[in-house]
């Protein structure tokens, strides 16, 4: 369907209907369903073979909405809803019981989100209702940023996709839980925790931090992944990239070299990954999925350092998906 007034106003009425819909965010593109409509937010799981332990966020067009989802709206909370939302964050608070635990995975709370995205909020706004939803893809492989890939992931599953604009973020939303006594970071995105950190004047840190020990191989499962085999580089060694990709060409295949300079890498098969940790989020999906179709092993290089190009907002986020997407494959 196309982005103008009638055929969101009929997505409005498929989400109303208990149907799914496909729809952009600044984020990932979203797969819409009824969150008032239980059987509708089923069909999530089942469209995505998403396992159900794995909670669906709320998404609201306007602030009075939370009201209805939350049932207790903290000093914290009201601070993020008041002076960051709408944004690419979502927030975790406990749930009212008219929320049910399809949604939430059979926990007490339900995670919430504003979209910063007009199209996402026109979506919305004609839904009329609050709406679940995961990004919309089959689970495990890359979240979509383009109305096509929604179509290659969801094509014949879903009632409808929305053809709006490509997603401005490129990875999901920072996740903050506000629902236990100190906040914390669920999930990695564009609202950092140190800006997160300076809004809350308390200490605001990642669950988790992707480089640190516990969550070694074997721990984590795969996400966000292309499907070929995929290493990460962390330190920026040209020497150790070349070698490996070179061990790979000898091994038959025909791998990529997914790194920010290609200038340095020969006669060798290269994409950039982009200059800046912001265009690197932007574009991490839509290469996963475009490399994936031409070559057979991805090679990638991120290094994430205070003073480089990668070391802002985004970069946590970006470090976060590339260590799910080759399963802690770190070379
Ligand atoms: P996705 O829909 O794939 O963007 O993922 C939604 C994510 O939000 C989940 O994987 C959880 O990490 C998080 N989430 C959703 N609901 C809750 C909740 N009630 N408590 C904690 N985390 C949640
Ligand atoms: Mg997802």
């Not at 919305?124 to 383009?146: C, M, Q």
């Amino acid at each position: 369907m196309n982005f103008n007034e009638r055929d969101v106003a009929f997505a409005g009425k498929l989400i109303r209907d208990g149907e799914l819909v496909g729809f952009p965010t600044e984020t990932v593109y979203g797969l819409g369903a009824n969150a008032l409509d239980t059987d509708a937010v089923k069909k999530t799981y089942a469209a995505k073979g998403r396992p159900i332990d794995n909670p669906l966020i709320v998404h609201i067009y306007d602030k009075s909405q939370i009201a209805e989802i939350a049932s207790e709206i903290n000093d914290f909370a009201v601070k993020v809803i008041k002076s960051v939302m709408p944004a690419p964050i979502t927030i975790v608070l406990p749930k009212r019981d008219a929320i049910s635990g399809v949604i939430t995975a059979g926990l007490p709370s339900v995670a919430i989100r504003m979209p910063q995205s007009e199209e996402a909020r026109r979506f919305l706004r004609a839904a009329g209702v609050p709406v679940t939803a995961p990004s919309a893809n089959i689970s495990g492989r890359p979240s979509p940023t383009t109305w096509q890939r929604v179509r290659e992931d969801m094509d014949g599953k879903i009632a409808a996709v929305l053809c709006g604009a490509p997603c401005m973020v490129g990875i999901e939303s920072t996740v903050l839980d506000l629902s236990r006594e100190t906040p914390i970071i669920l999930r990695p995105g564009a609202v950092s925790a140190e800006f997160l950190t300076s809004l809350l004047g308390v200490p605001v840190t990642v669950l988790n931090n992707p480089t640190s020990k516990v969550n070694s191989p074997g721990i984590r499962y795969k996400h966000y992944a292309p499907n070929v085999p995929m290493v990460l580089e962390l330190d920026d060694n040209v020497e150790k990239l070349c070698d490996f990709y070179d061990l790979k060409v000898r091994e038959g295949y025909n791998p990529v070299l997914w790194v920010k300079e290609t200038a340095r890498f020969g006669n060798r098969n290269l994409c950039e990954m982009g200059n800046d940790d912001a265009s690197a989020a932007a574009a991490l999906y839509e290469t996963m999925r475009t490399l994936e179709k031409q070559y057979d092993f991805i090679v990638a290089s991120f290094c994430w350092r205070k003073g480089s190009s990668y070391d802002g907002a985004e970069s946590q986020g970006v470090l976060d998906r590339l260590m799910r997407a080759c399963a802690h494959n770190v070379i």
